[in-house]
């Protein structure tokens, strides 16, 4: 069965499979995203040519029962909890968890009650029913973080540690390195990557689709440099314990480019240094599951 939850901006979590709200029929935020698609016509060709598309927001449905409660009160606490997690300005988040365990997300902003007011007393019959009226200004749902660490090749240890000459040299190694560097999304669109350095570095470079993202500064041991790509952030911070400090503009490069979705990824890494560079980033897909 698959499993549906909500998590309100407040931080408390929903099951709508299990109560005590309850998912209702006709909920229409599972399905495929629509969109704004741009064309072409000339004269000199027939028909038209596609030339690119925009994702619209996402608006549906979320219809729930909420109760039975026991007694008046019980309701009345339980009816209080559930409306505070519908703000307009505060987003939930509606998860969707497959049979098969994958998981997506979905941010939503309340919008309406569908007018769910009732000339009845809903506290003498301890439920209520509301055809919630949502949006999600971010269409897309968003499946668990993929990623890779890549490091330049340390010299090789012996695992056992053992004198010359006993068993085999066994030697431990790291999984990715600058010269085996690619990565896959699963998704069905391409995404925005972060890109997390962690020192000791002097430089460093990540190149998608030609385009790169470098620095030439010293993410010093016990540092971290975090560039997020995503064009509602498209900043680098140095974050040293709990200060943060912006070095945008001290980047020799920021030619943002998504991690195209499909097969593996042919990535260009160069690090100097015996740090590490991380490249994350949340897969994107048109529907639930």
């Known amino acids: 069965m698959i499993g549906v939850t909500w998590t309100g901006w407040d931080g408390s979590h929903w099951d709508l499979r299990k109560g005590p709200v309850y998912m209702q029929p006709g909920v229409d935020l599972f399905s495929m995203l629509t969109g704004d698609e741009f064309v072409r016509q000339t004269a000199l060709t027939d028909g038209q040519r596609f030339s690119g598309w925009r994702a619209e927001p996402r608006a549906g449905l979320l219809p729930v029962l909420i109760g039975r409660s026991q007694t008046e009160l019980e309701w009345l606490a339980l009816d209080r909890a559930w409306w505070r997690t519908m703000r307009i300005d505060r987003p939930g988040t509606l998860t969707v968890t497959a049979p098969d365990g994958s998981v997506r997300r979905l941010k939503l902003r309340f919008v309406n009650d569908g007018g769910s007011g009732s000339i009845l007393d809903p506290s003498q019959r301890r439920l209520t029913t509301a055809p919630i009226k949502m949006v999600a200004d971010d269409p897309w749902w968003v499946g668990d973080s993929f990623g890779k660490v890549f490091r330049n090749g340390g010299v090789p240890v012996n695992f056992f540690g053992g004198e010359a000459g006993v068993g085999s040299p066994y030697i431990i190694g790291a999984s990715s390195t600058t010269a085996t560097a690619t990565i896959t999304n699963p998704g069905d669109d391409g995404t925005w990557p972060v890109y997390t350095i962690d020192g000791p570095v002097t430089s460093f470079s990540a190149m998608i689709d030609g385009r790169e ?77």
């Open 213 to 289: 993202v470098a620095g030439d500064f010293t993410v010093a041991a016990g540092q971290q440099l975090r560039v997020d790509t995503s064009p509602q952030q498209q900043v680098a911070y140095l974050i040293d314990g709990e200060t943060q400090t912006n070095v945008t503009r001290q980047m020799r490069e920021l030619q943002f480019a998504k991690v195209p979705d499909g097969t593996a990824v042919a990535l260009s890494i160069q690090i100097s240094g015996t740090g590490s560079l991380t490249i994350t980033a949340e897969p994107n897909y048109y529907k639930a599951w």
